[in-house]
């Protein structure tokens, strides 16, 4: 059954456990760059994620992703069967550590927790509503098991919103968010602030 594979490892990373001929496309989105400039004071400019921003680059992503899945290029025949037939995709994040500097809260924090909390919660929402509108647009995902896949403990943690919308409108990709590790793309990303304090 197609949701009810036996994983008996993940990759070294351990950031995606997956049956040993499917994929996952991956991208992150940078944190550091969601951010808006709402005033300023004696110490510099004064940052609030940029909440409309996020959406639309969330978005953007899912859509990306899902596409790049279309227009590969599969050196094995039985990868792509899956990775079609599944449409996993990842987008996960880095530059946390940037936007806290820039909202001037401790990485680690309470308030840092609580905001990071919703961070997060708002990649998941936004990312299934975007697979939710793509299989609107262009159908789900070909293995897409609607009852099985709504008995998924994840799936039945998501808002009751976006559950019944999955069970009305079906789902474009298995899988939406991961973080895997951003060391490399994280040291090619410029700094978060150039020398006059705004965001590059």
Same mark, same amino acid.
């Given at each position: 059954? @197609?949701?009810?594979?036996? =994983?008996?490892?993940?990759?070294?990373?351990?950031?995606?456990? =997956?049956?040993?001929?499917?994929?996952?496309?991956?991208?992150?989105?940078?944190?550091?760059?969601?951010?808006?400039?709402?005033?300023?004071?004696? #110490?510099?400019?004064?940052?609030?994620?940029?909440?409309?921003?996020?959406?639309?680059? =969330?978005?953007?992503?899912?859509? #990306?992703? !899902? %596409?790049?899945?279309?227009?590969? *290029?599969? #050196? !094995?025949?039985?990868?792509?069967?899956?990775?079609? /037939?599944?449409?996993?995709? &990842?987008?996960?994040?880095?530059?946390?550590?940037?936007? $806290?500097?820039?909202?001037?809260?401790?990485?680690?924090?309470?308030?840092?927790?609580? @905001?990071?909390?919703?961070?997060? %919660? *708002?990649?998941? +929402?936004?990312?299934?509503?975007?697979?939710?509108?793509?299989?609107?647009?262009?159908?789900? #995902?070909?293995?897409?098991?609607?009852?099985? $896949?709504?008995?998924? /403990?994840?799936?039945?943690?998501?808002?009751?919103?976006?559950?019944?919308? @999955?069970? %009305?409108? &079906? =789902?474009? +990709?298995?899988?939406? %968010?991961? $973080?895997?590790?951003?060391?490399?793309?994280?040291?090619?990303?410029?700094?978060?602030?150039?020398?006059?304090?705004?965001?590059?």
């Amino acid at each position: 059954h @197609i949701y009810s594979k036996r =994983i008996k490892a993940t990759n070294p990373c351990g950031e995606q456990p =997956i049956d040993q001929n499917s994929t996952c496309n991956l991208s992150a989105v940078n944190f550091g760059r969601m951010l808006k400039v709402v005033g300023d004071d004696e #110490f510099g400019a004064l940052y609030e994620i940029d909440w409309d921003l996020l959406q639309e680059t =969330i978005r953007t992503g899912v859509r #990306f992703l !899902d %596409n790049v899945i279309d227009a590969s *290029f599969y #050196f !094995d025949e039985t990868m792509k069967q899956w990775q079609q /037939g599944e449409r996993r995709v &990842g987008l996960g994040g880095l530059g946390v550590a940037d936007m $806290f500097i820039a909202l001037r809260v401790r990485y680690g924090s309470d308030e840092g927790n609580e @905001i990071f909390e919703k961070l997060m %919660n *708002f990649l998941r +929402n936004q990312s299934y509503l975007m697979s939710i509108e793509l299989a609107q647009e262009k159908g789900s #995902f070909p293995f897409f098991e609607r009852e099985v $896949f709504m008995e998924s /403990g994840f799936v039945q943690r998501l808002p009751y919103h976006i559950r019944q919308m @999955i069970r %009305n409108y &079906g =789902i474009r +990709n298995l899988t939406l %968010n991961t $973080f895997a590790p951003t060391g490399t793309t994280g040291s090619l990303t410029p700094s978060l602030l150039d020398i006059n304090g705004s965001v590059s």
